[in-house]
């Protein structure tokens, strides 16, 4: 059974910066897609980036979020890390692992496996 779980949310102020975690268990095939997503108060789920097992370019939803966070993985560890600079109020979400077999892009409908989210709070 596919387990992730996500960490390292928080609350920062404006500019600061959060490295959150999301450690997969269950996962089988050499050809995954693990993302983030986030889910503001009122608001539907949005991709915000993700990276495919065995693709080295990872994908990210905008140009508001490229430039500031990054996603990695270490496949040996089984995890993705989303690293958050600069964060911005609107920014202020629950974060979501998520995880489906083949590299897929970021629309949320696409991803089978979720964690139970982190909070993410930047205030200005």
């Known amino acids: 059974q596919v387990q992730l779980v996500e960490s390292g949310g928080g609350s920062v102020q404006a500019g600061g910066s959060l490295r959150l975690s999301c450690a997969a268990s269950g996962f089988t095939g050499e050809t995954y897609s693990m993302g983030w997503f986030r889910q503001a108060p009122g608001k539907e789920r949005e991709g915000v980036a993700r990276?495919?097992?065995?693709?080295?370019?990872?994908?990210y939803a905008d140009s508001s979020v490229e430039g500031r966070f990054t996603i990695s993985q270490d496949r040996a560890k089984s995890t993705v890390y989303l690293q958050m600079n600069n964060l911005k109020p609107e920014d202020t979400a629950t974060y979501y692992c998520?995880?489906?077999?083949?590299?897929?892009?970021?629309?949320?409908?696409?991803?089978?496996?979720w964690g139970q989210g982190t909070q993410v709070t930047v205030s200005s």
């Open positions: 998520a995880a489906r077999p083949y590299c897929v892009g970021l629309t949320t409908s696409s991803y089978s496996y």
């Open positions: 990276v495919c097992a065995g693709f080295p370019r990872p994908l």
